[in-house]
T-cell receptor, first 113, second 113 residues
Framework: KAGVTQTPRYLIKTRGQQVTLSCSPI?????VSWYQQTPGQGLQFLFE???????NKGNFPGRFSGRQFSNSRSEMNVSTLELGDSALYLC????????????FGPGTRLTVL | KQEVTQIPAALSVPEGENLVLNCSFT??????LQWFRQDPGKGLTSLLL?????REQTSGRLNASLDKSSGRSTLYIAASQPGDSATYLC????????????FGTGTQLKVEL
């Protein structure tokens, strides 16, 4: 069974631009969550999508948004990029049932210049 | 607000040593606890998942225990090897929290030859 895939793996953007990251979950999984990892703040929860609906949201500004498609693939978008958005963005996939074990992708490394 | 702490922050041991990593959380109303490892610049690899009704889980040389009443979990690694060198993270899901993981600060482990 293929694991969680994320594209692109690396991105370099400048301040003010916007970016879209993609995550394909494990086949059959309906829940996708996004996390931001920085050296200073560690791993922080952005949001979770389940069956195309946002089920949970972290404490990030509205510049961070996401969506999920009918095939469970998810995208997250960051508009008006700031230097502080430079981070490793990780997505996690789970079946969404009671077990809730989560499996992470390799991440997208975003650098904002 | 759930807070998760891991002690020690860093650990260096000689190959072959048995070791214990600690994780503590402030809110005992957890649904489950998951241990991960992360290699530098990579995504997270799931090691063990402990449901709130369980006391421990084992996988190969790894054993994780959970004591909800005291808000603690430990990850025991037997006969450590250089390949075990990584950052180890524990994360909890609160009951009713969907799939939102709250992560600990991590323990950076180095196993030396």
């Amino acid at each position: 069974k293929a694991g969680v895939t994320q594209t692109p793996r690396y991105l370099i953007k400048t301040r003010g631009q916007q970016v879209t990251l993609s995550c394909s979950p494990i086949s059959g999984h309906r829940s996708v969550s996004w996390y931001q990892q920085t050296p200073g703040q560690g791993l922080q929860f952005l949001f979770e999508y389940f069956s195309e609906t946002q089920r949970n949201k972290g404490n990030f500004p509205g510049r961070f948004s996401g969506r999920q498609f009918s095939n469970s693939r998810s995208e997250m978008n960051v508009s008006t990029l700031e230097l502080g958005d430079s981070a490793l963005y990780l997505c996690a996939s789970s079946s969404g049932t009671l077990n809730n074990e989560q499996f992470f992708g390799p991440g997208t490394r975003l650098t904002v210049l | 607000k759930q807070e998760v702490t891991q002690i020690p922050a860093a650990l260096s041991v000689p190959e072959g040593e048995n070791l214990v990593l600690n994780c503590s959380f402030t809110d005992s109303a957890i649904y489950n606890l998951q241990w991960f490892r992360q290699d530098p610049g990579k995504g997270l690899t799931s090691l063990l998942l402990i449901q709130s009704s369980q006391r421990e889980q084992t996988s190969g040389r790894l054993n994780a225990s959970l004591d909800k009443s005291s808000g603690r979990s430990t990850l025991y690694i037997a006969a450590s090897q250089p390949g075990d060198s990584a950052t180890y993270l524990c994360a909890v899901i609160l009951t009713g929290g969907g799939n939102k993981l709250t992560f600990g600060t991590g323990t950076q482990l180095k196993v030396e030859l």
